[in-house]
């Protein structure tokens, strides 16, 4: 599919890009990085009145604080490929997990959340 990509405070800068159905929104920003010169990590894209998150679900409180971390150490462009490909990673690394692997990490969440002098050494 083609879309179009317009900078809302510069009406007059616009490209169209094609895309996949199924393309990752940070390979779509890196495409409108390349067209209209905007850094990803400064892009919001917005479709049909929301942005398009290229984050795991609604823990975008988490990618937020690492991509802020990432941005203290690394240059915009670096700290973005870092983000994603931290956030595949971890993507893979949940879906790599079987049931039994879930219930023993929410029990010893749980057991350490009611006795906490049995969740360890604190740090």
Not at 76 to 105: M, T
Request: charge should be neutral.
């Amino acid at each position: 599919m083609i879309l179009t990509v317009k900078i809302l405070q510069t009406p007059s800068k616009e490209c169209r890009i094609e895309v996949t159905a199924s393309e990752p929104v940070i390979s779509v920003k890196r495409m409108v990085a390349r067209e209209l010169d905007v850094p990803v990590h400064l892009q919001r894209l917005v479709f049909k009145g929301k942005t398009l998150a290229a984050c795991l679900g609604r823990s975008t409180a988490l990618w937020d604080k690492l991509q802020e971390v990432l941005h203290r150490h690394y240059e915009p462009g670096d700290a973005e490929i870092v983000l994603e490909n931290f956030k595949k990673e971890f993507s893979s690394s949940v879906s790599s997990l079987s049931w039994d692997d879930i219930e023993r990490l929410a029990l010893s969440k749980m057991g350490a959340s009611n006795n906490p002098s049995q969740a360890g050494p604190s740090t």
